[in-house]
């Protein structure tokens, strides 16, 4: 389950956080996920939960799910491709690195595979509440 | 991208936003030596190196990764035959073993449909796999590196701060002349060079031992033009009997030395 190595991942940054600002206990965390990350929020609760230390327990994790936005460099389209659009096995690769896109979607405009991908990709964390 | 404070105490550094960084070193924490193959040149044998150096160490009893991180241009799975094989999903992803080598690319995802990667992807993909890659306990982690100084290659010295590099030219000036600013580059960064190899070789010249020993790095031998390397490529067994694989054996000696590393 790769949604176990991001939650490590965050456990990790939050703890890092924390120290680095001398909080004891935290009470809420945000955390801004991209959509094409594709994460399976079930999962991904779960996994943190196991994952979290003591003075995490009463910490209260909130979600932002990022959609995506590709742009074109070639005729400047902007566009979400639309998760249905896309077969299993390839959402499946994107899920695991999301810059997989560019090898899978073209402008739905152009047909170009030269874009960006404007928002929708990675996990940050937003900010942690604490004393 | 919204600012840290919302309340008086809400508190997040802009570093460490991107989560994925945090676990970076620690997926290579049981590792003991990263070896990046690498050169200012493209086509003058890295990602043959990289394969026959993995092997040759994996069939003398050493623990063994292999990560090409050629993102865009990826090879070592056509000369490894790596075909269907599928990392295992285990908190994180696991590298199958091929041919007794933990082995990671791209390829898994990508298959072999092109993937232009502009900098900041290259980044976000090189940051996704290193964040996601359990590579458990390991002697070496091999890793085929893209060509040249450009973003790739900072991003992978920025990233992995451990990794040592194995240099390969070929016997050309030109191949040199950009071998000589990597080898500036990694100096003035205080990276650790094992050594050069030099690839390829079509007839008696001590020029790149020569400038090697100028600008003191240690010249770990030469490896001749293999006209049968080619035929070999894809089939693990023919290519172990090479003679260039044999010679990239000999050299893992003068490595391991370089490195200190006794043999088992
Ligand atoms: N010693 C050698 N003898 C013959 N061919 C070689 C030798 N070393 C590399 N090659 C060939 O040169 C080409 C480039 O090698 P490769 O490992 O892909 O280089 P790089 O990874 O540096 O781009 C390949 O076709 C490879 O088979
Ligand atoms: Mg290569
Ligand atoms: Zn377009």
């Known amino acids: 389950m790769h949604e176990w190595a991001l939650a490590e991942a965050l456990i990790s940054t939050v703890i890092q956080v924390s120290k680095k600002e001398g909080l004891r206990k935290i009470f809420e965390i945000e955390v801004r996920i991209g959509e094409l990350q594709d994460i399976d929020l079930e999962i991904f609760k779960f996994a943190l939960i196991q994952l979290r230390p003591d003075y995490l327990k009463d910490a209260e994790f909130k979600f932002k799910i990022v959609k995506t936005k590709l742009k074109c460099r070639i005729c400047g389209h902007e566009w979400s491709p639309r998760k249905d659009e896309l077969d299993e096995s390839v959402r499946e690769a994107i899920h695991f690195i999301p810059e997989i896109t560019h090898a899978y979607l073209r402008c739905p405009r152009c047909g170009s595979i030269d874009f960006d991908i404007i928002e929708g990709r990675g996990v940050w964390l937003e900010y942690v509440r604490g004393k | 991208m919204k600012s840290s404070s919302k309340w008086g105490n809400d508190v997040v550094n802009d570093k460490l936003k991107d989560v994925r960084l945090s676990v970076i070193d620690e997926r290579i924490r049981d590792v003991k030596n990263v070896i990046a193959v690498s050169s200012g040149k493209g086509g003058v044998g890295k990602s043959l190196v990289a394969s026959a150096l993995s092997l040759s160490l994996a069939r003398r009893g050493y623990g063994v990764g292999l990560f090409d991180l050629d993102l865009t241009s990826p090879s070592t799975?056509?000369?490894?035959?790596?075909?269907?094989?599928?990392?295992?999903?285990?908190?994180?992803?696991?590298?199958?073993?091929?041919?007794?080598?933990?082995?990671?690319?791209i390829t898994y995802y990508s298959?072999?449909?092109?993937?232009?990667?502009?900098?900041?992807?290259?980044?976000?993909?090189l940051i996704e796999l290193m964040a996601?890659?359990?590579?458990?306990?390991?002697?070496?982690?091999?890793?085929?590196?893209?060509?040249?100084i450009s973003d790739a290659t900072l991003d992978i010295i920025g990233l992995?701060?451990?990794?040592?590099?194995?240099?390969?030219?070929?016997?050309?000036?030109?191949a040199f002349e950009t071998v000589k600013k990597l080898i500036k580059l990694l100096s003035d960064l205080?990276?650790?060079?094992?050594?050069?190899?030099?690839?390829?070789?079509?007839?008696?010249?001590?020029?790149?031992?020569?400038?090697?020993?100028?600008?003191?790095?240690?010249?770990?031998?030469?490896?001749?033009?293999?006209?049968?390397?080619?035929?070999?490529?894809?089939?693990?067994?023919?290519?172990?009997?090479?003679?260039?694989?044999?010679?990239?054996?000999?050299?893992?000696?003068e490595l391991l030395k370089a490195l200190a590393f006794e043999a088992q």
């Open chain 2, 111 to 125: 298959r072999d449909k092109p993937t232009p990667l502009r900098g900041r992807d290259f980044s976000n993909a």
């Open chain 2, 190 to 253: 205080h990276i650790e060079i094992i050594g050069i190899i030099e690839n390829m070789k079509i007839k008696e010249s001590d020029f790149i031992k020569v400038n090697a020993d100028k600008l003191g790095v240690k010249y770990l031998g030469e490896v001749n033009f293999d006209e049968n390397l080619e035929d070999a490529l894809g089939d693990v067994d023919k290519f172990s009997n090479t003679e260039f694989f044999k010679r990239i054996d000999g050299i893992v000696e």
């Open chain 2, 160 to 174: 992995i701060k451990r990794s040592k590099f194995l240099i390969i030219t070929t016997p050309s000036k030109l």
């Open chain 2, 77 to 105: 799975h056509i000369i490894l035959d790596v075909k269907d094989a599928q990392p295992i999903e285990d908190r994180g992803i696991v590298p199958p073993k091929i041919h007794g080598i933990s082995y990671m690319s």
């Open chain 2, 132 to 148: 996601i890659t359990r590579w458990g306990t390991l002697d070496f982690l091999i890793i085929d590196m893209p060509p040249g």
